[in-house]
Each structure stands twice: as C-alpha cells, then as structure tokens.
T-cell receptor
Framework: KAGVTQTPRYLIKTRGQQVTLSCSPI?????VSWYQQTPGQGLQFLFE?????QRNKGNFPGRFSGRQFSNSRSEMNVSTLELGDSALYLC????WGLGTEAFFGQGTRLTVV | GIQVEQSPPDLILQEGANSTLRCNFS?????LQWFHQNPWGQLINLFY???GTKQNGRLSATTVATERYSLLYISSSQTTDSGVYFC??????????FGKGTRLSVIA
C-alpha cells in the first residue's frame, strides 16, 4: 500500500510569510504527528492529530498550528516565518498514535530567507 | 521527560565490517523504534522492538527493557548503510522522543 506522502518536498519562503505543509497518511491510519528536524535541536515533536482532533502538542510557539481532515490528511501551518524555522519537517502516520509503530514521509525541507 | 542517548555519535567503518549501535533510555518504555535516515532525509523504519530480538537480513536489534537499552547490529556493512541511525521511544504525551543519532559512514 502507499506510504506517507508529504508535499511539497522543498520550499523557500521569506521572513514574515506563512507556509502550509501537507501530509497524507497511510490508508487506514488515523494518527498523524509532525516533527521538526534542525542540526542544532535534532528531531522535535510538534503536535499529533487523531480523528481530526489535536491530541498532543510539543513545546513550540503558537505560530505553529495544524489540522486534520476527515480523510486523515493533515496540514501544518507556520505563520510569520523566522529564519530559525528553516528545517526539515517530517510527518509520521500510525494506527493509533502513542505506542504504535510510526511510519514517516519523505519530509518537506523549508528554507526561510 | 525521558532522555534518549545514542552512542557512538559517529562511526566510520570499512565495507564488510560489523558494528553495534547503542540506545539508552532513562525510563521504562513499552515500545522502541530504530530508523535509518537516508541522504534525502526520509526516516526508514528498521525495527519496532519493545523487547527481545529481531532480525532483518544483515540487521538485527535487541531491546532489554528492564535495563533500559537497545542495540542495533549491522553485519557485513555496505556503503548503502551510510547515514544516520536514530532510536526513538514514546514518553508521556509525546509519540516519539528521538536520540541525537549515530552517524555511520561506510567506506569502500
């Protein structure tokens, strides 16, 4: 079956702009989690959505938000972009979230200039 | 929250050599995953291994949950094994907490 699909793969944005990233999970999976990867901080958890509800949230400012649709596809949005938001954003798909095996997409590499 | 420590941070091997990567975690866990991050950034699932031993080709993993560590064994390494290896565990409300990874370079 198809894996986790993230779009776009690459993005270049200017400081102050906003950006929306998309993640389509594996068919039948209801949990989508988002992670930010930077050289300095490593892989950090942003938030998790399950059945269209945000179930868990990491320690990121309110500029980072997300949502999940009825087909389990998820989007994350970053408003008022800062240079420090440049990162690889990865989404993970799993059956039930916490405690179940997670599968990752190819990631979206965001560069803020 | 839980601390996840991986060692060594960097490893350089000659093709054909064997290696052991270690993951220590500071609290009890009910599952653990190993991933390989390829040069394009994607995290590839290697093992979902809450406890015990699993093998997949040249790779195997062992988790000793009672002692809070997991080991990833790579035998007869190949240049395609190069990349960063991560272990990750759930903690509280966080689905996965990652270690900082082990960067493996396999030289022909």
């Amino acid at each position: 079956k198809a894996g986790v699909t993230q779009t776009p793969r690459y993005l270049i944005k200017t400081r102050g702009q906003q950006v929306t990233l998309s993640c389509s999970p594996i068919s039948g999976h209801r949990s989508v989690s988002w992670y930010q990867q930077t050289p300095g901080q490593g892989l950090q958890f942003l938030f998790e959505y399950f059945s269209e509800t945000q179930r868990n949230k990491g320690n990121f400012p309110g500029r980072f938000s997300g949502r999940q649709f009825s087909n389990s596809r998820s989007e994350m949005n970053v408003s008022t972009l800062e240079l420090g938001d440049s990162a690889l954003y990865l989404c993970a798909s799993s059956n039930w979230g916490l405690g179940t095996e997670a599968f990752f997409g190819q990631g979206t590499r965001l560069t803020v200039v | 929250g839980i601390q996840v420590e991986q060692s060594p941070p960097d490893l350089i091997l000659q093709e054909g050599a064997n290696s052991t990567l270690r993951c220590n975690f500071s609290d009890s866990v009910n599952n653990l995953q190993w991933f390989h991050q390829n040069p394009w950034g994607q995290l590839i699932n290697l093992f979902y291994i809450p406890s015990g031993t699993k093998q997949n080709g040249r790779l195997s993993a062992t988790t000793v949950a009672t002692e809070r560590y997991s080991l990833l064994y790579i035998s007869s390494s190949q240049t395609t094994d190069s990349g960063v290896y991560f272990c990750a565990v759930p903690s509280g409300n966080t689905p996965l907490v990652f270690g900082k990874g082990t960067r493996l370079s396999v030289i022909a």
